[in-house]
């Protein structure tokens, strides 16, 4: 059974930094790409950014790009998600996922997490 959980989440005020992590189980995690995503309140999840199965590769959506590391560890089946320079707007509900390689860009991803919260305060 494929396993995704994440935790790190937290209340920070803004400025503030969390480190969200996400250990999977059940599926060999160096061939999957791993994505974070968010939800917030009332809005449709997005793509954050991902990091290929080879860990060579990396992608961010602009509203994050320099504030956010997204960061993979095949020993440990986990991936991590750095986060800087919070801002309320970043306040959402924070899903990993995991996409097997043979997938393209634009199919979906195979697996996710249940998610966990990050509330940035002003």
């Known amino acids: 059974q494929v396993q995704l959980v994440e935790s790190g989440g937290g209340l920070v005020q803004a400025g503030g930094s969390l480190k969200l992590s996400c250990v999977t189980s059940?599926?060999?995690?160096?061939?999957?790409?791993m994505g974070w995503f968010r939800q917030a309140p009332g809005k449709e999840r997005e793509l954050m950014t991902f990091i290929s199965w080879h860990g060579s590769s990396t992608y961010y959506v602009d509203s994050v790009k320099g504030r956010f590391t997204i960061s993979r560890d095949n020993a440990k089946n986990t991936v991590y998600l750095q986060m800087n320079n919070l801002k309320p707007e970043d306040t959402a509900v924070y899903y990993c996922a995991a996409k097997h390689r043979q997938r393209t860009f634009t199919q979906p991803y195979d697996y996710w997490g249940q998610g966990t919260q990050v509330t940035v305060s002003s």
């Open positions: 059940g599926l060999t995690f160096s061939v999957y790409t």
